[in-house]
């Protein structure tokens, strides 16, 4: 006689396992389409700084409006650092660029091409490479993103401070910032009790190691200066329990203040 409820017992286990494979597949699916950020850091001589930022502005801004025209950009972002320390060897400028499928190397070059954007202008008049030197270049993908209630991006995001961790455990610091901080953040720049108006995380992808002095990246924006440099609380903001992130930082943070030259962004 057969046994139904072994047949069914197996038929539950089935699927079950058929759902967990699905699901599995939909997360790795989902990861792989993810965007990937390049993070070029850039000493540009002092001299050529005013040049560098109206090229990049006028020319290689155009080009990235064009390639997310194409659906193979999603943001770039033109950074100036303000301040410094042993500034003649350090960068002073931070391009983001966003890629939504990010291309291999030998792609690159079809979407940064001035000329297909401005062809009657000569290349030797579009050029920024020969006014300074990549410091450093990382790959980094977005952990989070969280803004003030109908902000403004051109009065709201105009400085920005990037925090870099060198976390104990990085994704139990990106996880437990998400958890804790987002919401506290987010609902303290609605009520207006602080002057922060977005916030956002992300994890480094390569390069890692001892080297490596940070493993994950948070930023804090404002609409000055004055307010990058000095943080500040109002009304009767409650602080949320750090606890989570602490044990998974462990290690001290450093921090840069930016300001934002440009953006073209997709969204």
Known sequence: ?????????????????????????????????????????????????????????????????????EGKLGFWALLQKMGGYDMPNSSNFLFINTFPNLPD????????????????????DMET??????????FVKS??????????????????????????????LIAAENEV???????AMDEGKTNQK?????RILSPTGED???????????PSLKDALNQTWTGDLQPPDMTKIGEAEGNPRASVVYRIVHVVSAD
Do not use: C
């Open 198 to 202: 977005a916030w956002g995380n992300a």
């Open 212 to 222: 490596i002095k940070f493993n994950t990246i948070s930023y804090d924006i404002y």
């Open 105 to 124: 190397y030998d792609k690159m070059g079809d979407i940064w091409n001035p000329q297909a954007v401005f062809p009657d202008v000569p290349m030797e």
């Open 1 to 69: 006689m057969k046994n139904f409820k072994s047949d069914r017992l197996k038929f539950i286990i089935a699927s079950v396992l058929v759902a967990v494979i699905l699901n599995f597949q939909s997360a790795i699916a989902q990861e792989e389409n993810e965007s990937i950020s390049i993070y070029q850091y850039r000493r540009v001589d002092n001299d050529k700084v005013n040049e560098f930022i109206e090229r990049e502005t006028k020319y290689w801004s155009k080009v990235a409006q064009k390639a997310m025209d």
């Open 143 to 172: 952990a989070g993103w969280t803004e003030v209630e109908g902000v403004n991006p051109e009065e709201d995001l105009k400085y920005i401070t990037m925090v870099y961790h060198n976390a104990n455990d990085p994704a139990g």
């Open 129 to 138: 490479g020969s006014m300074g030197v990549n410091t450093s270049m990382i």
């Open 181 to 187: 901080w987002a919401p506290f953040i987010k609902t």
